[in-house]
Structure formats: C-alpha cells, structure tokens
C-alpha cells in the first residue's frame, strides 16, 4: 500500500481523499483530504472499515500530529436532499481538499470518479486499501462521523444513531416508525421519502 509511486514521478505534495456516510437515512456525508510525507511512520493505515474502533481511534490521533496537512469538510443534510447523494458526496471531497493548508499537486481519491475540479489526480478504485493517503482520509472522515453521530444521538435520543451511525437498520426503521422523521433526515432517501408520503 503506497503513495510513492506518484512521488517518485515529481509531484512533491499528494493528497488522498475519500468520504464516509452515503449509505445512511440521517447525517452529513463526511470527506477528508490527506497529504502524508512519503516517510511518514504511520504503522497500521488500512480501510478504516476494515479496523476497529479502538485501532482507528489511535491512528485518527497519530495522523492528525503525523500528516504534513489535511482537512475534514462535509456536504449537509440539504445539500443531499438538494443535490443526490452522488453529487453531494463529490462536493464534500472538493471542499476537504480546497481545505488542506498546502495546496496539492496531486490528487489520489477513493473510488471510480473526480470531482470538478483543476487539480491533477485519479481515482482509485478500492482505494482506501491501496493508497496510504486515502486510508488515512478514510479513517479521520469515519472517526469524524461517528463521533457526530453519537453526539447527534444525545440531541435526538431514541432512533439509535450512536449504535447504527444513521444506517437503515432493522432498529433505525422501527424508530422512524414510532417517533416520525427527524431534521438530521434525509428526505430524498426512500425510506425516509416513504414514511413522509
């Protein structure tokens, strides 16, 4: 898992992104960009998916001192019910990166798409277990995420958010039945849609 490959083709500062939070009926979509120096001693970056809470606890704090810069950015509730999901996601990775401190020269992002955007880059598919900028990216928009949702989980108690983190569990559903639809919902998402009409 490396991103030298493109330091090693002259680029001096390569930024990973990916995003968290496109699956579930409540929330933000959550993005984080990452640039790492090429020795950058981070041991154990992987799919932040793939690890555990404890673990990705640990690196969130280790990438945050170790990284030359990064930035956690988001598209709301709105925008996704404005935009779709797709588009909102794409905004939330555009903004992460407009947010880094050190402007990219490069630019590494999760999955089989770019953002509009004038940087230079590509996406990776799986790329949150191949690209250590990305897995890095990955961990600090999920850690971020979570973290809302169970504080979003104190403010509107009893959907469960801080157990499903907003996803469509068979427990969310239920919830929804009983105490309706909430503001951090999102309306465009059929479920949710369905309850509505």
């Not at 390569?14 to 984080?32: S, Y």
Request: proline share 4%.
């Amino acid at each position: 898992m490396t991103d030298k490959l493109e330091y090693g083709a002259g680029y001096t500062w390569v930024a990973g992104v990916d995003e968290v939070g496109r699956g579930p009926l409540a929330g933000d979509v959550v993005a984080a960009a990452v640039i790492l120096k090429p020795s950058h001693g981070i041991v154990g970056l992987a799919d932040s998916k793939k690890l555990s809470e404890k673990k990705r606890d640990r690196l969130f704090d280790e990438i945050r001192a170790k990284a030359v810069c990064f930035s956690v950015a988001r598209a709301s509730v709105a925008e996704i019910d404005e935009l779709n999901i797709l588009q909102a996601s794409l905004l939330a990775m555009k903004r992460a990166v407009e947010g880094l401190d050190q402007s990219p020269d490069y630019v590494l992002v999760d999955g089989n798409r770019l953002p509009k955007w004038a940087y230079h880059g590509e996406a990776v598919v799986k790329g949150d277990s191949k690209v250590e900028s990305i897995s890095a990216a990955s961990i600090l928009a999920k850690v971020t995420r979570d973290r809302e949702m169970t504080e979003l989980d104190r403010l509107y108690p009893g959907y469960g958010l801080a157990q499903h983190k907003g996803y469509p569990t068979k427990l969310h559903m239920e919830a929804l039945q009983q105490l309706g639809v909430s503001v951090i919902h999102r309306r465009s998402f059929g479920p949710v849609k369905a309850l509505l009409d």
